[in-house]
């Protein structure tokens, strides 16, 4: 009896350390997936920070991290092969502005942009729109971005301002001229569009703008004269206001992009700077954002801004950088596991090929759609030439039969 006691005793600690063992299981794996959600891709992020989404948790954000240009949908491409620049536009801004971006920005800025636009199947819009502005008014913006050194955006009290800086402004400024409305009124001139902007990058520039008005290199647009005409009039500029100093000198690297914002509540204690830049590097993008905290006291004339007597000291950012751009490169060193190849049978159809290659790839862990354009290239065996996608979609699909042995290659990768 004593025996079958026992025995039961122990079948029942057995059920329960099986029990226990799921359960363990179940919260650790619920545990790892709700750390994903909160370290999860935010190669997105900057539109959320633009569009002022309510959802965001910016303790689950991390200081620095890296967007890898892999997914070509994502806005953040438009950096790649982008130069950087130094904040200037604090020379010319409003004293009051609680929002600005500055991006890096040229002809290979626009092109990148509209590869961004044929990747997420909206480029007809833009282009029809862009060959209505040639045939019309002989208006290129080609040529326009090729004049270009940085576009941006601010915000002053209630009004929203678009911004091109420029070597050329005169050059800028001739184009410009073939848009300009015969209704523009004394002093500022009218675009005959209101949506030049988003021409450029639209996801980022969503405000309507009209008139414009240069001021040396730059060339300021707005819905309204009365907002420019508050702006060109005002006595301080954005590069004197103590806030805005002490966030550019914790800023020791140029970015391709920059994005500020007040996010301050009027119950918060302190001054909050929303600070987050995006950097362009050879295989994608270095994120850096931050939320600076400034301890509140009256200027000179009146308006809250911070002590700058309480600015924290910050570790060396250009090392913090060095080590994520050595890290990525060392992980995608590490994570290089070869080739994946597919031979065209006899007889087989360029079209029936890439049906296969498709599966191969997913077999793999690849998105077929997303790899292709970049990554996937075709081997011809009689010639031994190395063609990329485009080319040989233009060359053989529904066009040409391809060789027996010609194949797909793609040297695998991480990301």
């Not at 914790?250 to 909050?272: G, P, R």
Request: aromatic fraction near 14%; charged fraction near 20%; proline fraction near 1%.
């Amino acid at each position: 009896m004593n025996k079958v006691l026992k025995n039961s005793f122990i079948g029942i600690l057995c059920i329960f350390a099986i029990f226990y063992w799921i359960y363990s299981g179940l919260k650790s794996e619920t545990e790892k997936n709700n750390n994903y959600v909160e370290t999860e891709d935010n190669s997105d992020l900057i539109l959320k920070f633009i569009n002022k989404d309510t959802c965001i948790l910016f303790d689950s954000l991390i200081q620095n991290s890296y967007i890898s240009y892999s997914d070509t949908t994502n806005i953040t491409n438009i950096l790649k092969n982008q130069a950087t620049h130094p904040i200037s536009i604090d020379e010319i801004i409003d004293y009051n502005t609680h929002t600005f971006l500055s991006l890096s920005y040229n002809k290979n800025s626009l092109n990148n942009y509209k590869t961004f636009l044929k990747n997420n199947d909206i480029f007809n819009s833009w282009d029809s729109i862009n060959t209505s502005l040639t045939t019309n008014y002989n208006f290129s913006v080609s040529e326009l971005a090729s004049y270009i050194n940085q576009v941006g955006f601010f915000t002053s009290d209630s009004s929203n301002y678009f911004y091109i800086k420029s070597d050329e402004p005169y050059n800028i400024i001739s184009l410009l001229h073939l848009l300009k409305d015969s209704n523009s009124v004394k002093s500022y001139n009218k675009l005959k569009i209101n949506n030049l902007n988003s021409f450029l990058a639209g996801p980022l520039f969503t405000n309507k703008i009209n008139y414009y008005k240069t001021l040396g290199e730059f060339c300021i647009f707005s819905s309204d004269t009365s907002s420019l005409y508050n702006l060109l009039n005002s006595k301080k500029h954005f590069s004197e206001n103590l806030t805005f100093i002490q966030y550019k000198n914790k800023q020791h690297s140029e970015y391709s992009l920059n994005y500020y914002s007040d996010i301050t509540q009027k119950s918060d204690t302190s001054i909050k700077i929303l600070s987050y830049q995006l950097r362009g590097e050879q295989n994608g993008v270095i994120a850096n954002f931050n939320i600076f905290n400034f301890n509140k006291t009256e200027d000179s004339i009146g308006k809250t801004t911070i002590d700058s007597t309480q600015v924290e000291s910050i570790t060396n950012e250009k090392d913090i950088i060095d080590q994520i751009v050595e890290e990525t490169q060392n992980n995608q060193q590490a994570n290089n596991l070869g080739e994946i190849t597919y031979y065209l049978s006899q007889g087989e159809s360029f079209r029936q090929a890439t049906v296969k290659l498709k599966e191969k790839l997913e077999i793999n862990g690849y998105d077929y759609n997303k790899v292709k354009s970049d990554h996937i290239y075709l081997i011809l065996k009689n010639t031994g030439d190395k063609l990329n996608w485009n080319t040989a979609v233009n060359i053989y699909l529904d066009k040409k039969q391809p060789s027996e042995g010609d194949y797909f290659y793609m040297q695998k990768f991480y990301y």
